[in-house]
């Protein structure tokens, strides 16, 4: 059981760094430090968004419009440490 645990939480953090770099690459487009002509960095962009829009779109239809920020990302990033966390103390109680 702690082994299945201990490789979920390995997944999960695997998924939040995908996360954080998808959000990266979105911040290094909006401020035009790289510009969106980039193919490769525009693929790696494409690529992770359609991984992980089944996950974000149903926080985006929960939360309200904020205008040009969308904090989908952080309250995945957030469920994800939660879902660890519950995870952990299962398998070691």
């Not at 991984?51 to 974000?56: F, Q």
């Amino acid at each position: 059981m702690i082994a299945l645990v201990q490789i979920l939480a390995m997944l999960a953090q695997a998924l939040s760094m995908i996360i954080i770099v998808w959000f990266v690459i979105g911040l290094l487009f909006a401020f035009n430090v790289v510009g969106r002509d980039n193919m490769f960095l525009m693929q790696v962009y494409t690529s992770i968004e359609s991984l992980l829009s089944p996950l974000l779109n149903p926080i985006r239809r929960i939360m309200p419009d904020t205008g040009a920020i969308d904090f989908s990302p952080m309250i995945l990033l957030l469920g994800i440490n939660a879902l660890i966390i519950i995870l952990q103390n299962l398998a070691y109680a």
